[in-house]
């Protein structure tokens, strides 16, 4: 049984083949291969793109699908084994996974970390349990890593620059009032690498991303070119850019102790057309949502160089590519 868990758990071969159906599929915006395919979405977090392109995903292919809010419009979920459940929650993680597998064709989790242990949240826990106890494929809908969003994000640079390779690719922290989550810089990394870009991380001193996605990121490029560099100078980091990709998240040196006065010294990371002038005419993009005139400014993300609603769109397609492939009909 196969999973999309983590975009690195894959050749690039297979996400190079993934690309390509998101492109069909692209063009083909209804078709039956999913009929009579249900896929049932955990939402412990708030969505607005990713429940509703996996639902249009699956109904656009003849499928349905159901999206649950543990502790909201459904029971809350306990996720410790071998816990006694004598708090507010009703339901245990392992009961609620076995059937829903017998319910469905596949299950979707989106479960953010805690914000309090890095050492215990960067186990993915809930997710590895979820793997463990589940009789159907299981997708990564954002836990400490974010894999389908890197893959709308490949498709969204491939179809301005065909080949990746060699391109500079710079994923560039900005400022944001709340210690947020670091999955979706986890997972860009580790996607530019695959694709072997020349990628730049710049973030200030202590803002680095785990070095378990560094190493990944550095094993990636030795596979299929490229390089890893890592910047504490934003202007630097920008020079020559292809292509920008812009993200918020908290330091782990902060985890569980987050200090707003400390992260605010970096207010002026935000994107401004004078950075972007930087690069080589560079694109930018963000997974969405995002904090206008704190992340990026308007100029910056209503440019012709701005993609956020192309990578938004392309979520839809690379969704379908993936559940196609996961249930077998691709």
Not at 257 to 265: G, L, P, T, W
Not at 267 to 290: E, Q, R, V
Not at 295 to 312: C, F, G, K, P, R
Request: net charge negative; proline share 3%.
């Amino acid at each position: 049984m196969k999973n999309y868990a983590n975009i690195e758990d894959f050749p690039i071969e297979t996400i190079e083949a993934l690309l390509d159906s998101a492109s069909m599929l692209k063009k083909i915006k209804f078709n039956n291969l999913l009929k009579n395919k249900t896929m049932v979405g955990l939402f412990f977090n708030p969505s607005t793109r990713t429940r509703t392109s996996f639902d249009l995903a699956m109904s656009q292919q003849g499928g349905h699908f159901i999206s649950l809010e543990p502790g909201s419009k459904s029971w809350g979920i306990d996720f410790e084994e071998n816990m006694v459940m004598d708090g507010e929650n009703e339901e245990h993680l392992k009961d609620a996974i076995n059937v829903l597998s017998r319910y469905s064709d596949c299950i979707g989790v989106r479960c953010f970390p805690g914000f309090l242990d890095w050492d215990y949240d960067r186990k993915d826990m809930v997710l590895q349990n979820i793997l463990k106890w589940s009789s159907v494929p299981i997708i990564n809908m954002e836990t400490i890593s974010h894999p389908c969003q890197a893959l709308a994000m490949l498709l969204t640079m491939k179809e301005k620059f065909n080949n990746l390779k060699k391109k500079k690719f710079v994923l560039s922290w900005s400022y944001h009032p709340k210690p947020l989550n670091t999955a979706v810089g986890n997972s860009a990394l580790i996607a530019a690498s695959m694709a072997g870009m020349d990628v730049t991380v710049v973030n200030p001193p202590y803002y680095d991303l785990d070095e378990k996605y560094i190493n990944i990121a550095k094993d990636f490029v030795v596979k299929n070119g490229g390089t890893v560099t890592q910047s504490n100078n934003q202007d630097e980091g920008l020079a020559a850019a292809d292509f920008v990709y812009v993200k918020s998240w908290g330091s782990l040196k902060q985890y569980g102790n987050f200090k707003k006065e400390e992260q605010a010294k970096y207010k002026d990371w935000t994107i401004t057309s004078a950075k972007m002038s930087l690069t080589n005419n560079g694109y930018i993009s963000h997974c969405l949502p995002i904090r206008r005139n704190l992340i990026a400014t308007d100029e910056v993300l209503d440019s012709e160089n701005s993609l956020i609603y192309e990578e938004a769109e392309n979520r839809l397609h690379v969704q379908k590519a993936i559940l196609n492939y996961l249930l077998g009909v691709s």
